[in-house]
Protein backbone atom coordinates (compact mmCIF):
# COMPACT_ATOMS: atom_id res chain seq x y z
CA UNK A 1 0.00 0.00 0.00
CA UNK A 2 1.06 3.37 -0.92
CA UNK A 3 1.27 6.21 1.57
CA UNK A 4 -0.88 9.35 1.04
CA UNK A 5 0.88 12.31 -0.41
CA UNK A 6 2.02 14.31 2.16
CA UNK A 7 2.38 12.32 5.17
CA UNK A 8 -0.78 13.45 7.18
CA UNK A 9 0.17 14.32 10.62
CA UNK A 10 -1.66 14.50 13.75
CA UNK A 11 -4.57 17.76 13.81
CA UNK A 12 -2.98 20.13 17.00
CA UNK A 13 -5.80 21.87 18.79
CA UNK A 14 -6.78 25.46 18.24
CA UNK A 15 -5.57 27.60 21.25
CA UNK A 16 -8.67 29.57 22.22
CA UNK A 17 -10.05 32.40 20.77
CA UNK A 18 -9.57 36.00 23.03
CA UNK A 19 -12.53 37.12 24.97
CA UNK A 20 -14.08 40.11 23.10
CA UNK A 21 -14.78 43.04 25.06
CA UNK A 22 -18.82 44.11 24.68
CA UNK A 23 -19.35 47.07 21.91
CA UNK A 24 -19.05 50.47 23.03
CA UNK A 25 -22.57 52.92 21.92
CA UNK A 26 -21.75 54.67 18.75
CA UNK A 27 -20.66 58.30 20.50
CA UNK A 28 -21.48 61.24 18.92
CA UNK A 29 -19.08 63.30 16.61
CA UNK A 30 -17.90 64.51 13.24
CA UNK A 31 -18.26 62.29 10.37
CA UNK A 32 -15.16 60.91 8.57
CA UNK A 33 -13.04 63.44 7.47
CA UNK A 34 -9.12 63.73 5.93
CA UNK A 35 -7.18 65.26 8.47
CA UNK A 36 -5.77 65.15 12.08
CA UNK A 37 -8.22 63.28 14.47
CA UNK A 38 -10.06 65.33 16.89
CA UNK A 39 -10.34 68.18 15.19
CA UNK A 40 -14.03 69.09 13.43
CA UNK A 41 -13.70 68.95 9.38
CA UNK A 42 -12.33 72.01 7.85
CA UNK A 43 -14.59 74.61 6.13
CA UNK A 44 -14.45 74.16 2.58
CA UNK A 45 -14.49 77.53 0.10
CA UNK A 46 -11.71 80.50 -0.15
CA UNK A 47 -11.74 83.37 1.82
CA UNK A 48 -8.86 84.73 -0.70
CA UNK A 49 -11.41 84.25 -3.65
CA UNK A 50 -14.06 85.85 -1.97
CA UNK A 51 -11.66 88.92 -1.15
CA UNK A 52 -10.44 89.34 -4.55
CA UNK A 53 -13.93 88.68 -6.43
CA UNK A 54 -15.42 91.19 -3.83
CA UNK A 55 -12.71 93.88 -4.55
CA UNK A 56 -13.31 93.50 -8.49
CA UNK A 57 -17.27 93.55 -8.40
CA UNK A 58 -17.04 96.47 -6.24
CA UNK A 59 -14.53 98.50 -8.12
CA UNK A 60 -16.35 97.85 -11.40
CA UNK A 61 -19.89 98.95 -10.25
CA UNK A 62 -18.52 102.17 -8.56
CA UNK A 63 -17.29 102.65 -11.77
CA UNK A 64 -20.37 102.16 -13.62
CA UNK A 65 -22.26 104.29 -10.97
CA UNK A 66 -19.96 106.98 -11.34
CA UNK A 67 -20.32 106.76 -15.42
CA UNK A 68 -24.10 106.32 -14.91
CA UNK A 69 -24.22 109.59 -12.91
CA UNK A 70 -22.00 111.00 -15.90
CA UNK A 71 -24.18 110.17 -18.14
CA UNK A 72 -27.56 111.17 -16.94
CA UNK A 73 -26.45 114.04 -14.12
CA UNK A 74 -28.78 116.60 -16.57
CA UNK A 75 -31.53 114.74 -16.61
CA UNK A 76 -31.23 113.50 -12.94
CA UNK A 77 -33.13 115.38 -10.28
CA UNK A 78 -32.46 114.53 -6.40
CA UNK A 79 -35.06 112.08 -5.88
CA UNK A 80 -34.20 110.27 -8.82
CA UNK A 81 -30.45 110.08 -7.51
CA UNK A 82 -31.39 108.75 -4.25
CA UNK A 83 -33.59 106.06 -5.87
CA UNK A 84 -30.93 105.25 -8.22
CA UNK A 85 -28.39 105.35 -5.30
CA UNK A 86 -30.17 102.47 -3.29
CA UNK A 87 -30.87 100.43 -6.10
CA UNK A 88 -27.78 100.14 -7.00
CA UNK A 89 -26.92 99.51 -3.36
CA UNK A 90 -28.98 96.87 -3.35
CA UNK A 91 -28.23 95.47 -6.82
CA UNK A 92 -24.90 95.51 -5.75
CA UNK A 93 -25.23 93.62 -2.67
CA UNK A 94 -26.90 91.19 -4.71
CA UNK A 95 -24.34 90.55 -6.66
CA UNK A 96 -21.16 90.98 -4.82
CA UNK A 97 -22.94 88.64 -1.68
CA UNK A 98 -23.96 85.67 -4.44
CA UNK A 99 -20.29 85.60 -5.89
CA UNK A 100 -19.01 86.12 -2.13
CA UNK A 101 -21.52 82.98 -1.17
CA UNK A 102 -20.44 80.93 -3.76
CA UNK A 103 -16.54 81.23 -3.47
CA UNK A 104 -16.87 81.63 0.13
CA UNK A 105 -18.44 78.25 0.90
CA UNK A 106 -20.31 78.00 4.55
CA UNK A 107 -17.48 80.35 6.47
CA UNK A 108 -19.03 83.55 7.18
CA UNK A 109 -15.56 85.22 7.64
CA UNK A 110 -14.99 85.38 3.71
CA UNK A 111 -18.02 87.53 3.78
CA UNK A 112 -17.13 90.06 6.14
CA UNK A 113 -14.67 91.68 3.55
CA UNK A 114 -16.59 91.49 0.47
CA UNK A 115 -19.81 93.43 2.49
CA UNK A 116 -17.23 96.43 3.61
CA UNK A 117 -16.20 96.19 -0.13
CA UNK A 118 -19.65 96.91 -1.18
CA UNK A 119 -20.15 99.91 1.39
CA UNK A 120 -16.99 101.28 0.05
CA UNK A 121 -17.93 100.91 -3.77
CA UNK A 122 -21.40 102.53 -3.35
CA UNK A 123 -19.91 105.73 -1.72
CA UNK A 124 -16.43 105.52 -3.63
CA UNK A 125 -18.99 105.63 -6.65
CA UNK A 126 -21.34 108.50 -5.82
CA UNK A 127 -18.27 110.58 -4.76
CA UNK A 128 -16.58 109.44 -8.03
CA UNK A 129 -19.54 110.48 -9.94
CA UNK A 130 -19.34 113.60 -8.79
CA UNK A 131 -15.88 114.28 -9.73
CA UNK A 132 -16.73 113.03 -13.00
CA UNK A 133 -19.45 115.80 -13.55
CA UNK A 134 -17.43 118.31 -11.94
CA UNK A 135 -15.04 118.02 -14.74
CA UNK A 136 -17.51 117.68 -17.35
CA UNK A 137 -19.39 120.16 -16.56
CA UNK A 138 -16.67 122.92 -15.24
CA UNK A 139 -12.96 120.99 -16.70
CA UNK A 140 -10.12 120.68 -14.88
CA UNK A 141 -9.95 124.59 -13.71
CA UNK A 142 -12.87 123.79 -11.74
CA UNK A 143 -11.62 120.08 -10.65
CA UNK A 144 -8.01 122.70 -9.19
CA UNK A 145 -9.57 124.93 -7.60
CA UNK A 146 -12.00 122.10 -5.54
CA UNK A 147 -9.05 120.26 -4.49
CA UNK A 148 -7.41 123.65 -3.10
CA UNK A 149 -10.48 125.44 -1.56
CA UNK A 150 -12.64 122.71 -0.80
CA UNK A 151 -11.29 118.51 -0.94
CA UNK A 152 -13.89 117.80 0.95
CA UNK A 153 -16.94 118.47 -1.67
CA UNK A 154 -17.34 115.09 -2.87
CA UNK A 155 -18.11 113.78 -0.17
CA UNK A 156 -20.16 116.36 1.29
CA UNK A 157 -22.36 115.76 -1.95
CA UNK A 158 -22.68 112.50 -0.78
CA UNK A 159 -24.31 112.90 2.36
CA UNK A 160 -26.00 116.26 1.12
CA UNK A 161 -27.69 115.42 -1.99
CA UNK A 162 -28.86 111.73 -0.57
CA UNK A 163 -29.89 113.69 2.97
CA UNK A 164 -27.79 111.97 5.27
CA UNK A 165 -30.25 108.94 6.38
CA UNK A 166 -30.82 108.01 2.72
CA UNK A 167 -26.91 107.83 2.67
CA UNK A 168 -26.74 105.52 5.35
CA UNK A 169 -29.67 103.76 4.12
CA UNK A 170 -27.44 102.69 1.35
CA UNK A 171 -24.24 101.96 3.12
CA UNK A 172 -26.86 99.06 4.96
CA UNK A 173 -28.41 98.28 2.49
CA UNK A 174 -24.94 97.54 0.46
CA UNK A 175 -22.95 95.78 3.42
CA UNK A 176 -26.59 93.92 5.16
CA UNK A 177 -27.48 92.88 1.97
CA UNK A 178 -23.93 91.68 0.97
CA UNK A 179 -23.75 89.59 4.12
CA UNK A 180 -26.98 88.47 3.95
CA UNK A 181 -26.69 87.00 0.46
CA UNK A 182 -23.46 85.34 1.04
CA UNK A 183 -24.78 83.78 3.79
CA UNK A 184 -27.97 82.33 1.94
CA UNK A 185 -25.82 81.34 -0.78
CA UNK A 186 -22.85 79.75 0.86
CA UNK A 187 -25.21 77.44 3.21
CA UNK A 188 -26.95 75.88 0.11
CA UNK A 189 -23.08 74.98 -0.71
Not at 85 to 110: M, Q
Not at 176 to 183: C, D, K, L, N, V
Request: proline residues 12%.
Amino acid sequence: MSQPWPPQQPMQPMPPAPSMQPMQPMQPGYPYHPGPPGFPPQRRGSGVKAFLFGWLISGAGATVFAVLLLVGYEDLSKVGLRIMYVVFALALALLVGGVAGKVGGPNPAAYVVPSLFAMAAVFLGTTNGFVFVLLDAGGSEVFESMLENEPGAPAEFWWKSLKGGIALLGLAAAGGGTFGMASLVGRRR
